[in-house]
């Protein structure tokens, strides 16, 4: 299946580590805060580099808020969605923090 679209198991592999990578490293941002003497209680954060992505994460940021979550909803965003997509994407979100693209190694 994967192989048709010129994707393998090694570049998948790949693309996840570099996203779970992302994740992390933005989790921690949020976590760790500003510095300030007010208490951060953490982040919800997802990574859309395409448009294909935009409704799940849409969906699931809108399930958060009904679930009446108190962290913050923080989009990871690429160039080309952010310009697409802008004015919609802050009524989903608190924070979008823009992302170049990745390119996996082959």
Do not use: Q
Request: proline share 4%.
């Amino acid at each position: 299946m994967y192989a048709r679209k010129g994707l393998s198991l090694k570049n998948i592999k790949g693309v996840l580590f570099l996203l779970a990578a992302f994740v992390l490293l933005t989790f921690l941002f949020y976590r760790l805060g500003d510095g300030s003497s007010k208490p951060n209680n953490g982040a919800y954060v997802t990574l859309v580099s395409t448009e294909a992505y935009f409704l799940p994460a849409k969906v699931w940021a809108t399930s958060l808020r009904e679930a009446k979550t108190t962290k913050k909803i923080v989009l990871m965003a690429t160039p080309g969605l952010y310009e697409k997509a802008k004015k919609d994407l802050h009524i989903y979100f608190d924070d979008i923090v823009l992302v170049e693209d990745i390119e996996s190694p082959s």
